[in-house]
């Protein structure tokens, strides 16, 4: 039962090189979100999907891009990597509420990549 | 829009003191409520939730109840230990959002320290 797992756990990039963060979960979720955690300012949404095929914009969408080809994977693009975007980066899966019968049902996070652009 | 409010901290406890770490909230509708928790170099685990009014989260000694008159969801334990020590996050979704599924919005975590 892996839950969700990113990779990598660790990345440096030069300012101008692209990167794509890996997100997969093996629970079937069909939500699925990524966040970054800077210092001072808790998790910001960045994007997020509610099924595969759809995505939409969160709080800070500018410089990333993401797809939602199938309901497991869910990675997250950066095209040409600023210093601005130092920081960790988190990804989440959640069932929806309406299936549940439960609003809000929770997310489940995975561990994190901590990306440096230098 | 939607938001939360928490003591930012850091927030430091002698070992078996009690522990209040307030969270209020800005939400349209009636939110789902909860409380996460980040020890250092982990991911973020959910810690307890409540997804209607009145209703106590609970889990681990940890305590909170969504309080709809005061808007609030303080996280609360009688007892605390070394091991507590991390970041803690409240959050809510919202059901406009169809129930989260434009994600969560946190607050900005409080770091708590509990020293034996």
């Known amino acids: 039962n892996a839950g969700v797992t990113q990779t990598p756990k660790f990345q440096v990039l030069k300012t101008g090189q692209s990167m794509t963060l890996q997100c997969a979960q093996d629970?079937?979720?069909?939500?699925m979100s990524w966040y970054r955690q800077d210092p001072g300012m808790g998790l910001r949404l960045i994007h997020y999907s509610v099924g595969a095929g759809i995505t939409d914009q969160g709080e800070v969408p500018n410089g990333y891009n993401v797809s939602r080809s199938t309901t497991e994977d869910f990675p997250l693009r950066l095209l040409s990597a600023a210093p601005s975007q130092t920081s960790v980066y988190f990804c989440?899966?959640?069932?929806?509420?309406?299936?549940?019968?439960?609003?809000?049902?929770?997310?489940?996070f995975g561990s994190g990549t901590r990306l440096t652009v230098v | 829009g939607d938001s939360v409010t928490q003591m930012e901290g850091p927030v430091t406890l002698s070992e078996e003191a009690f522990l209040t770490i307030n969270c209020t909230y800005t939400?349209?509708?009636?939110?789902?409520l909860f409380w996460y928790v980040q020890y250092p170099g982990e991911g973020l685990q959910l810690l307890l939730k409540?997804?209607?009014?009145?209703d106590k989260g609970s889990n681990k000694g940890f305590e909170a109840t969504y309080r709809k008159e005061t808007t609030s969801f303080h996280l609360e334990k009688g007892s605390v230990q070394v091991s507590d020590s991390a970041v803690y996050f409240c959050a809510l979704s919202s059901p406009s959002s169809g129930g989260g599924a434009d994600g969560l919005t946190f607050g900005k975590g409080t770091h708590l320290i509990i020293q034996p």
């Open positions: 989440a899966s959640s069932y929806s509420g309406i299936r549940t019968g439960t609003e809000g049902y929770g997310y489940t």
């Open positions: 409540a997804t209607k009014a009145d």
């Open positions: 939400a349209t509708g009636y939110p789902s």
């Open positions: 629970m079937n979720h069909e939500y």
